[in-house]
């Protein structure tokens, strides 16, 4: 709790060992700082979706159609697999609508044309539709590929890494996402194969790593070809924020994304159901930390009957709100800093977080239930007065609070009726 309530962040400005991006890059990069994505010369707020099955279940239609919602809700990025084969627990064949399998003879080595050519009429929508793909060429079914039915090996897995590499170099919209998820420990050397064979014939795109739950890709931090670190939690969503954060503070500084927790509505996990307050808290409980979050929903990951109505869940128009809410002015400029707080920061399950500008004239605070907190407004140093709003998390709507000195403390109770809440704090006058 000591990091948490204490860290003053000067590792936001240390310089990154990633390189540095290039001005107008169609290709996703690392920011120069190490913090932050940028895309077209522009920053780029990561706000992922989880469609592990678009490949192999969806229609050519059916997936248009998702990306067209999704894009047009504000989501900048999808994370989808090669070859889902059913989820956790399910063994069925990795074929696609027209029955089509991946691999001829199942050897990664020797990839089956009519099954990529289905690949790439997705990937070239979402580049048209500005959406970055996540592709986890490996995972399934809990590591299924590698683990169960033993087909991507070390032996095979360069050479399928190379192959990848060279047919998609030349297609902006793609982040490598190597591992199997399984514990980053796991078949390192098949990791690394792999990871070696993209570097050989790709140099553009780069690269993550998508551990199990409880675990983070930052067990390969120091190796050159991780470019950001990926954090799975599943259902343990008190450690969110500590995850998040520690990879945070490493050195060299990488953008950490917490690529999958609780699915929204999920059936499987022991603290459900899965909230749409829940959903609220563990991607904020990320973005506060200083990470970036994917969001995702039973229904659309697995492609249950009901997937085309859950596009419009509670949960996903919440990260809608929110992404206005957090991607608003100069977002990249924010880190995190408890020490925002005088009292209330708590921890676990009342954890209430807050990000605060370098440049002085903004802090965002996130209430994760109804409670009352004290913030230093001397932590606002661009204004003479400091204008605080309430912003609903489910509508966007604001609340004029009022405006007060930019000194002492003052406290703040969440509105009535609320589960949770941001206070916007802003300087004004000079």
């Not at 399934?140 to 991507?152: D, H, L, R, V």
């Not at 998820?181 to 070696?196: G, I, S, T």
């Not at 419009?312 to 957090?326: E, S, T």
């Not at 907190?373 to 400091?386: C, H, Q, R, Y």
């Amino acid at each position: 709790m000591i990091l948490l309530r204490f860290a003053v962040i000067v590792a936001c400005l240390s310089p990154s060992l990633a390189q540095a991006a290039s001005p107008s890059s169609p290709y996703l990069q690392v920011s120069e700082n190490g913090r932050y994505f940028v895309k077209d010369g522009s920053p780029f707020f990561w706000l992922g979706d989880t469609a592990w099955s678009i490949v192999n279940r969806y229609t050519p239609d059916e997936a248009e159609f998702y990306l067209e919602s999704r894009r047009q809700q504000g989501f900048t990025v999808v994370h989808i697999m090669l070859l889902f084969d059913g989820g956790p627990g399910l063994t069925t064949a990795a074929a696609n609508q027209r029955n089509e399998l991946p691999f001829v003879n199942m050897d990664p080595a020797t990839p089956n044309e009519a099954y990529f050519q289905n690949v790439d009429r997705i990937v070239r929508l979402a580049q048209v539709k500005g959406l970055v793909l996540v592709i986890l060429p490996c995972g399934g079914s809990s590591g299924a590929f590698i683990a169960k039915k033993k087909i991507i090996a070390r032996v095979n897995a360069r050479a399928y890494g190379r192959w990848l590499g060279k047919r998609y170099r030349e297609m902006p919209g793609i982040v490598w996402s190597n591992g199997f998820d399984l514990k980053p420990w796991m078949y390192e050397d098949v990791a690394r194969e792999f990871a070696a064979g993209l570097r050989e014939t790709d140099q553009r795109h780069l690269i993550t790593y998508h551990p199990s739950g409880g675990a983070s890709s930052s067990y390969f931090h120091h190796e050159d070809w991780l470019a950001a670190n990926f954090i799975q939690t599943w259902a343990d969503y008190l450690k969110i924020y500590p995850m998040v954060f520690a990879d945070y503070l490493r050195t060299p500084p990488k953008p950490v994304v917490h690529a999958e927790g609780a699915y929204e509505e999920g059936p499987e996990y022991p603290t459900a159901p899965i909230t749409p307050l829940l959903v609220r808290q563990q991607a904020y409980w990320a973005y506060m930390a200083g990470g970036f979050h994917s969001y995702g929903h039973n229904d659309m990951w697995r492609k249950n009957p009901t997937w085309k109505a859950s596009l419009d869940a509670p949960g996903a128009k919440n990260m809608g709100v929110l992404k206005r809410i957090l991607a608003s002015g100069e977002w990249w400029k924010r880190v995190p800093d408890q020490s925002v707080f005088t009292a209330g920061a708590s921890g676990d399950k009342t954890l209430n977080t807050a990000l605060r500008s370098t440049s002085g004239d903004s802090a965002i605070v996130y209430l994760s239930s109804p409670t009352t907190v004290s913030i230093d407004m001397s932590k606002l140093t661009a204004g003479k007065t400091v204008r605080a709003r309430w912003i609903h998390t489910e509508t966007g709507a604001e609340t004029a609070i009022g405006d007060f000195p930019n000194a002492w403390a003052r406290s703040f109770t969440t509105p009535a009726g609320r589960l949770d809440a941001v206070l916007l704090l802003e300087t004004a006058g000079k």
